[in-house]
Nanobody, 114 residues
Framework: QVQLVESGGGLVQPGGSLRLSCAAPGFYFSNYAMSWYRQAPGKGRELVATITTDGRSLNYADSVKGRFTISRDNAKNTLYLQMNSLKPEDTAVYYC???????WGQGTQVTVSS
């Protein structure tokens, strides 16, 4: 069974930073592209960033380009999302995702507010 466990969310002021982590024990993490999604209150789930198996190809939503960085450590089976220059509109629940059995984590809340 594939399990994804996010952590690192919280309350931060506008302009601040957070680093999200997604632990992925128990499967061949390095064999799968991974993604971060987010869902703001009253809105649909939005793709934030995707990273290929080797970490060489990265894709971002236009709304986060230049502020967020997706990365992975295949030795630790962990996915990361470094979020800088946070804005109130980044407030959402953030999820990591793998195509293996269409698996989602439980989500971590990020709130950007003064």
């Amino acid at each position: 069974q594939v399990q994804l466990v996010e952590s690192g969310g919280g309350l931060v002021q506008p302009g601040g930073s957070l680093r999200l982590s997604c632990a992925a024990p128990g499967f061949y993490f390095s064999n799968y592209a991974m993604s971060w999604y987010r869902q703001a209150p009253g809105k649909g789930r939005e793709l934030v960033a995707t990273i290929t198996t080797d970490g060489r190809s990265l894709n971002y939503a236009d709304s986060v380009k230049g502020r967020f960085t997706i990365s992975r450590d295949n030795a630790k089976n962990t996915l990361y999302l470094q979020m800088n220059s946070l804005k109130p509109e980044d407030t959402a629940v953030y999820y990591c995702y793998t195509t293996l059995w269409d698996t989602w984590g439980q989500g971590t809340q990020v709130t950007v507010s003064s």
